[in-house]
């Protein structure tokens, strides 16, 4: 079945032998359903008219909103914390002045500043709600939003549908799953994993070339060899794992073989002031990164700020250690966030992307009213603030309230679902878009009784 | 078995009664054995007492299918007991009644005895209003059980301290939620009911029992819960196995037994779920609906106990009872797997090839590949016996131990990300040691928990630098040692199992006095048992007496060294929970699939695919003095683990009942070992010269290609750390990295002697194979491969090496499935 005596030379660089994929019988090539897309289609689940993309920036260690995006001037010193609200390009509303930069963008982002929700206050729980609406019970792991995006649409191109930049969530404590990869969807909708740090110098997607000694050819020679290796032996088909195997082999293929995809990945092409702006940092170039991306056929890019919570700086700001004092916010994290999220909404914009392009910043939940004895602040799921724009969002307003101490919503609580399901939507995908769970039974992409925050559209 | 009561005994005139549950025998009136009623016995006491009975078809022994709906009911004395349409009986004074089912041609019998039927039974706040609150919902998590509560009301979730919850309803909001001159007027009563507003709407109408039960509560005076009230001691679900097919409904009933020795029917506030929903789904009014194939447990939990009840749905196939009874037995895993095949209609596979068979026994037992000479040997020897003789020759090699060690270092977390250089190699050498003389399990884990003096001398004493505070020790002998994870129960009651905060909290004042000083060395650290130390209950502040779980207490004042106690209850004979968890652990790393799955999440909510399997195993493995050597040669004698890998036209879907070896990725060092051993290239990993990836101790060691293909970082003793799922990282990493393509492009090992030879394409490709995959290739492999690699040559011209031609093939060998799998 395939092509190996092809006579000619098969050329790797320039879009490798479209047809000798398809010769060899390809299954998904990374989420490549395409049936999945069109039966959806035909049945107006998913709006083929809009195709929007999403950079979803999870604010690993949970950001204070008393000290970011939910100014209390008027509380009592122990609850208004160290630092003073400013204005910003939107009358009314007001954000911290640890981010100047991101003040003259409000008409960009809406803040929805009565998000709550009502699991445990550990970390682990707060990234399974946000990055897939739902909490997980019984062994069941809820896909993330991205990954559904995967299953639904498909890839664009040659680049992997859904990115997470730079390394997954690791260890916050809780030894439960963040909700990052695509649960009962099945492995082959996972992410693609950057697994490298884009603000290295000599930064590369680690294996995404190949090796000065290889001439492209021979990895050709190589796959076909390969196939024939494999083919004798096809009682091996019947294992999901070995099918995801070529499927993954054809996946990487397709990504080394695409010079649009393999440029998604280059930040040398990016020049030095746009860097700058946009802060020479792991979030920083991962927010650049992503941007590149968005532009060369990635739907959904997911930026982890930190990995963990432990012996790093992060917004987790405890006041002790092995956690982050409140200080760090004006000293390192607020400036590393106001940088790359401004930067990324002006370049978006420039660029005409912003309007199709869905921008998220989020944390796992809030932090308590009131300063803990260690100058701190500590877990709160109770009512926080995260932002939203680009996509169709409408930016310089600010939806809910929280109460005169930022402890719970006083207006328009907004639970997870309710977030899913304006992600989903403004994502073109109908909030009731039926996948197949964990029993073989569908279920809804949210769960029913949620809906979009119709003022943000 | 423990009897039901004494009217139980009273009643044996009347119908023949079996054991309380449990497999029925006779009990039938007419003696037709093909109709029950369940429960077989019913005491109802107090006034209002009822208990709905199921009426079963049945097969032998077997339950095959619910009658209820379609039975007729009768009292043999309405004057003592009614019982109406649906099946529900109903005291009405005191004496005995026979209740008859009848179905069609069929009927069954049960016996019901009504005690105090005037006196109301008295309600209590802890065995009544809280499993009300909790099905209604309103200490759920998202409800007031949030940990913040909800519109400032706030109770425990799932109801976990009745005490706290009792003065929060009574006490809290200037006492408005209860009325007691008026008890219809309470908050407690108009909220739910939506008499007034309620943010979580309507949970219950007035006219449920749900209602019922607050009111009658109220009017009683709200009595607190008390130290005096009677405790649960036992959980019953009905019927407790079924054999059903995809489509039928099994409504379960589910019955408590109290200290005081009244029982009742709970069924209305139980909390079912299936661990296995594509097999069987349940309702919140327990009614099981199957949906496919498979087997399911059916969990009911009820003030912090749970119950199960297994679903048993075989597959549509016809499978010839002879299929079974041919079916070679080596051992006593073998029959106890045919039984289950058999109950599900699943087929077994039949046995492996020599080839497969040796290849997988190496890559289990050891993590290597057999030599070319060896898989030769093995080959033409055609004497009887030779495969339990390759197994013991197996176990005696250094690399089983290397294997192992490497193994229980995982699981024990041996990483110098967590311990310095000198202290780390000082743990690994203890496991280690331990592996190389067989040491017995019990023994290890008696040693490591008992652990004391210079951690540089003793490396057992580094699990006490790891784990530092009683919580951190609890939770990781928990699920180390026990295969199971009690973090829950750490700030409430395991809200789906058994576990109770108080049970955490004294199993943690078991390691509350473990002392870390300096020693003389750097990296040296001397742990003691301290003399003092307790930690606090944080709800009652206090210590409670230190107890393992399902153990005796020790008394708080008692100066012995606690980790002594628990060390001893641990390892003793009587505790399932130890040898079990080992047990699955090691027949997971042979089988692809613990008994058990996940090997860290064995609760009664998640049953053993194989219960009498995995029973017999552990008894085995306990009578054997708890050698791991012996468990290992157990499971490799088995037909079962010798089956091949080869689904059969029936059992494909399978995957979880050993129908036929479960293929999987091998782990990150296994792949990599494998790679150096058939290229002839060793690693060379950065300060460790000469090791091979199963010999390093330390998990912290720069190797992108084991990070990439999912070697566990040590951090948690979660088994879901190690990856072992293909990703397209690896799959870049094969194809460009440096790892494959270095090892081929050296100028020694295989491809070398392959050119120094001038070995033909047909040589070439027998020799890989042999090397990489323990087989001989086919003729069609070897025909297909060597004309391919003519091409190869041609492509590169008349004067073209041989040298890229043979690495390419050897590339397209080493990353195929065929050599990735163990299979």
Known sequence: ?457 | MPRLSRALLASAAVVVLSGAFGAPKADTRDGTGDLAILPHAVVLRGQGSRQQLIVEARAGTTYTGNRTATSTFASSNPNVATVDAAGVVAAVSDGRAIITARAGEVSASTVVEVERASAPYPLTFRNHVVPVLTRAGCNSGPCHGSLSGKNGFKLTLRGYDPDLDYLTLTRQAAARRINKVEPARSLMLLKPTLAVSHGGGKRFATRSPEYGVIAQWIAAGTPAPADWDPSMTRLEVFPSAARLKPGDEQPLVVRAHFSDGHAEDVTRWVKFSSNEGAVATVSEDGVAKVQGAGEAAISAWYLSQIVTARITSPFPHHIDAAAYARAPRANFIDGLVLTKLSELNIEPSPLSSDTEFIRRAYLDAAGILPAPEEVRAFLSDTSAGKRARLIDALLERPEFVDYWAYKWSDLLLVSSRSLPSNAMWSYYNWIRSSVAADKPWDQMARELLTASGNTLANGAANYYVLHKNPIDVTENVAMTFMGFSITCARCHNHPLEKWTQKDYYQMANLFSRIAVKNGPDRGDLIVYPARTGEINHPRLNVPLAPRPLDGPSLPIEAETDRRQFFAEWLVSPDNTFFARAVVNRVWKNFMGRGLVEGVDDIRDANPPSNPALLSALTRDFVAHRFEVKHLVRTIMNSTTYQLSSRPTATNAADLKYHSHYIARRLPAEVILDAISQVTGVAENFPGYPGRRALQLPDAAVDSYFLTAFGRPPRVTAADSERQQEPSITQALHVINGDTINQKLAAPRGLIQILIDGKSDNRTAVERIYLAALSRHPSDEELRTLSRAMDDGLARGGPDSPRRPVLEDLAWAVLTGREFLFNH
């Open chain 1, 1 to 457: 079945m395939f092509r190996f005596d092809a006579e000619k030379s098969v050329h790797f660089c320039d879009g490798m032998r479209r047809r000798d994929f398809l010769h060899a019988g390809s299954l998904g090539l990374l989420g490549l359903t395409l049936s999945d897309f069109l039966a959806l289609k035909a049945a107006g689940q998913v709006d083929p008219a809009r195709d929007v993309n999403c950079i979803m920036l999870m604010l690993v260690g949970g950001p204070s909103q008393l000290d970011t995006w939910d100014m209390k001037p008027d509380a009592p010193a122990e609850i208004r914390g160290p630092y003073k609200a400013i204005p910003t390009n939107v009358a009314g509303i007001q954000i911290s002045e640890i981010f100047p930069r991101m003040a003259k963008h409000a008409d960009k982002y809406a803040l929805l500043r009565s998000v709550y929700h009502t699991g445990a206050g550990v970390h682990d729980v707060g990234h399974q709600y946000m990055q897939t609406g739902r909490f997980f019970q019984f062994g069941n792991e809820q896909p993330h939003f991205g990954c559904v995006l995967s299953k639904l649409k498909g890839p664009k191109g040659d680049a992997p549908p859904h990115v997470l930049l730079p390394r997954p969530i690791g260890n916050t404590g809780g030894n439960l799953p963040h909700g990052q990869n695509a649960g009962f969807l099945g492995k082959t909708f996972d992410p693609f994993v950057l697994n490298a740090d884009p603000s290295d110098a000599n930064f590369q997607v680690p294996d995404l070339v190949s090796p000065d000694y290889l001439p492209s050819m021979r990895v050709d020679g190589r796959s076909s060899m390969r196939h024939l290796v494999d083919n004798a032996v096809s009682h091996l088909e019947s294992i999901p794992d070995a099918r995801l195997l070529d499927s993954n082999f054809q996946s990487a293929y397709r990504l080394m073989s695409s010079e649009s995809a393999r440029s998604a990945f280059d930040l040398s092409k990016e020049d030095d002031k746009t860097k700058d702006r946009y802060g020479r940092n792991r979030f920083g170039m991962s927010c650049l990164l992503a941007r590149r991306m968005i532009e060369r056929g990635v739907r959904f890019v997911t930026v982890n700020m930190f990995e963990t919570v432990f012996n790093e700086i992060t917004w987790d700001i405890h006041g002790s250690a092995p956690f982050s004092p409140i200080e760090c916010y004006r000293d390192l994290i607020g400036p590393m966030f106001d940088h790359a999220y401004s930067a990324l909404l002006e370049d978006l914009h420039d660029r005409g992307l912003l309007q199709d392009t869905l921008v998220l910043a989020m944390g796992e939940f809030g932090r308590t009213p009131k300063v803990n004895p260690a100058g701190g602040r500590d877990h709160w799921t109770n009512c926080w603030t995260m932002l939203m724009g680009g996509g169709g969002i409408k930016g310089g307003q600010v939806i809910g309230a929280s109460d005169e101490i930022g402890a719970y919503p006083k207006d328009r609580p907004i639970s997870p679902p309710d977030i899913a399901a304006t992600i989903y939507k403004a994502l073109g995908i109908d909030i009731e878009t039926p996948i197949v769970g964990a029993s073989n039974r569908p279920v809804p992409v949210v769960d029913y009784g949620h809906h979009p925050i119709a003022e943000l559209f």
